[in-house]
């Protein structure tokens, strides 16, 4: 069964410092994996996915995210937050015919 | 284009009472599920669909049913609700199953008293 951990529940960043989430998955083939964003009280927005090819790929709002298969693992990545990037951020993997297994969530904080 | 709408946003129900959580979408997306979210569990999906008539069961199905005589209605009905149905509820829906991009509705927070 396919499974997701994301290590830390929450993160406090300063504003204009860079940001790392962490995220491992678990799975028999290669997955799909993505990355989600939920602002309070809103729903889910994608922020990038990857499923073949080059292991770092490019979200929206300036993350980037690299697969690394002997680690398995699909960390998050922005080299200087802004204080609209404080959201929930949710990892998830996913294969054709599977339906998602979603992350506990990482809670992102951004201080002044 | 309104992508995925739920209905309602909140919701008060007491133990034993059964209600519906409504969503569509409009995007004529044949896979559409069901999450629910609660603190430090991620979302858990509840039913999925993979096209009109057809339905099967996610991780935590119990006390949930759900029908889709549409492609663009996907209903979740409570039968009888218990305070360990509080949760914030999402549908979503996507061209294809986990491999593909999931677009999300707004939510409905449920408690149940």
């Known amino acids: 069964a396919q499974s997701v951990t994301q290590p830390d529940i929450h993160i406090t960043v300063s504003e204009g410092a860079s940001l790392e989430l962490r995220c491992n998955y678990s799975y028999g083939a290669t997955p799909y994996l993505f990355w989600y964003v939920q602002s309070p009280g809103q729903g889910l927005q994608l922020l990038l996915k990857?499923?073949?090819?080059?292991?770092l790929v490019q979200g929206i709002k300036g993350f980037e995210a690299e697969f690394k298969r002997s680690q398995s693992s699909f960390n998050l990545r922005k080299p200087s937050v802004h204080w609209s990037d404080a959201a929930e951020y949710f990892c998830?993997?996913?294969?054709?015919?599977?339906?998602?297994?979603f992350g506990g969530g990482t809670r992102l904080m951004v201080k002044p | 284009n309104a992508g995925v709408t739920q209905t309602p946003k909140f919701q008060v129900l007491k133990t034993g009472q059964s209600m519906t959580l409504q969503c569509a979408q409009d995007m004529n997306h044949e896979y559409m599920s069901w999450y629910r979210q609660d603190p430090g569990m991620g979302l858990r999906l509840i039913h999925y669909?993979?096209?009109?008539?057809?339905?099967d069961q996610g991780e935590v199905p119990n006390g949930y049913n759900v029908s889709r005589s549409t492609t663009e209605d996907f209903p979740l009905r409570l039968l009888s609700a218990a305070p360990s149905q509080t949760s914030v509820y999402f549908c979503?829906?996507?061209?294809?199953?986990?491999?593909?991009?999931?677009?999300f509705g707004p939510g409905t927070r449920l408690t149940v008293l």
């Open positions: 669909s993979v096209g009109a008539g057809i339905t």
């Open positions: 979503a829906s996507s061209w294809t199953s986990g491999g593909d991009t999931q677009y």
């Open positions: 998830a993997v996913g294969a054709a015919g599977n339906m998602l297994t």
């Open positions: 990857y499923f073949s090819g080059d292991t």
